[in-house]
């Protein structure tokens, strides 16, 4: 079975810092793409920032110069540092993988069970 794990979630005052990682296990060869997506209370999902397998990344107009994705391809993991956190970044975040090559087939698109980040004073 081939599942994404995330932890790293938590609570965090206005201003701080969290990290999150998003492992990737089972009968993996190989992943595409991995990044991490947020649904705020009342809002739609949304993307925060991808990364392809060759390290090139994107973010949301809303997190720019505060988040930075990174991945270590060996250990089919992706992190999300997030710093200068603001109120309006609380939401679950998902962790989320493209294509992912496996023993068995590829699996199109794979989601995590989401890590609540809430950040509040």
């Known amino acids: 079975q081939v599942q994404l794990v995330e932890s790293g979630g938590g609570l965090v005052q206005p201003g701080g810092s969290l990290r999150l990682s998003c492992a990737a296990s089972g009968s993996i060869f190989s992943i595409n793409a991995m990044g991490w997506y947020r649904q705020g209370p009342g809002k739609q999902r949304e993307l925060v920032a991808g990364i392809t397998s060759g390290g090139r990344t994107n973010y949301g107009d809303s997190v720019k110069g505060r988040f930075t994705i990174s991945r270590d391809n060996a250990k089919d993991t992706v992190y999300l540092q997030m710093n200068s956190l603001k109120p309006e970044d609380t939401a679950v975040y998902y962790c989320?993988?493209?294509?992912?090559?496996?023993?068995?087939?590829?699996?199109?698109?794979?989601w995590g069970q989401g890590t609540q980040v809430t950040v509040s004073s």
């Open positions: 989320n993988a493209v294509e992912v090559h496996t023993s068995w087939g590829t699996i199109i698109s794979l």
